[in-house]
């Protein structure tokens, strides 16, 4: 069982550009978590999507910042007009449901290094 | 609200030393905590978790009680190697998000 894809692993932008990031949860979850790590510091939640939905978007920006996950294929996070401050690791999670109960643990991805020229 | 604090690092210890790493939170309701490990270029894994007060997760030599009273989860590990060299993360989960300290680096040198 293939664990949580996401890609590309590094991707370089220069400011103004479009940045699209990837995630392909592990086989039969439908639920995908992206949090952003910003260098020195912990992982910060984004949102939280099920497949067509969004279910908590809080910790994300409300400008150029949007996520999907479509009936098929991957969560895409896209960040339109980057700057230099987006410049971080984005991490994406899934699990096979909700994560409020007792099995509530996530699977995270090899994370996707993004930097803004 | 919701947070968690580690202490900080970087932490560098010699090879079969202990190992403590301390972690307190803030948490509204009742909490799951973890541990996760990065190794470099990485994701985060699972080291081990505690879903009620009292409980103990351990993993790999790991371990780490689940203390209400105190509102600590400290990571301990009684002789470490120079493959534990990473970065640990405490963090708490209340419902659909996660909560993160902000890591602490070890480095173990043989």
């Known amino acids: 069982n293939a664990g949580v894809m996401q890609n590309p692993r590094h991707l370089v932008r220069r400011r103004g550009q479009e940045a699209r990031l990837r995630c392909s949860p592990m086989k039969g979850h439908s639920h995908v978590y992206w949090y952003r790590q910003l260098p020195e510091e912990g992982l910060k939640f984004m949102v939280y999507?099920?497949?067509?939905?969004?279910?908590?978007e809080s910790g994300m920006p409300k400008e150029r910042f949007s996520a999907e996950f479509p009936k098929e294929g991957p969560s895409i996070l896209r960040i339109q007009q980057v700057v230099r401050g987006d410049s971080a690791a984005y991490f994406c999670?899934?699990?096979?449901?909700?994560?409020?109960?007792?099995?509530?643990?996530?699977?995270f991805g090899p994370g996707t290094r993004l930097t803004v020229l | 609200g919701n947070s968690v604090t580690q202490m900080e690092g970087p932490v560098t210890l010699s090879e079969e030393a202990f190992l403590t790493i301390n972690c307190t939170y803030t948490?509204?309701?009742?909490?799951?905590l973890f541990w996760y490990v990065q190794y470099p270029g990485e994701g985060l894994q699972l080291l081990l978790k505690?879903?009620?007060?009292?409980d103990k997760g351990s993993n790999k030599g790991f371990e780490a009680t689940y203390r209400k009273e105190t509102t600590s989860f400290h990571l301990e590990k009684g002789s470490v190697q120079v493959s534990d060299s990473a970065v640990y993360f405490c963090?708490?989960?209340?419902?659909?998000?996660?909560?993160f300290g902000t890591g602490t680096s070890l480095t173990v040198i043989p």
């Open positions: 505690a879903t009620k007060a009292d």
């Open positions: 963090a708490l989960n209340t419902g659909n998000q996660f909560y």
């Open positions: 948490a509204t309701g009742y909490p799951s």
């Open positions: 999670a899934s699990s096979p449901r909700g994560t409020s109960g007792r099995k509530n643990e996530q699977f």
């Open positions: 999507l099920q497949k067509e939905n969004i279910i908590d």
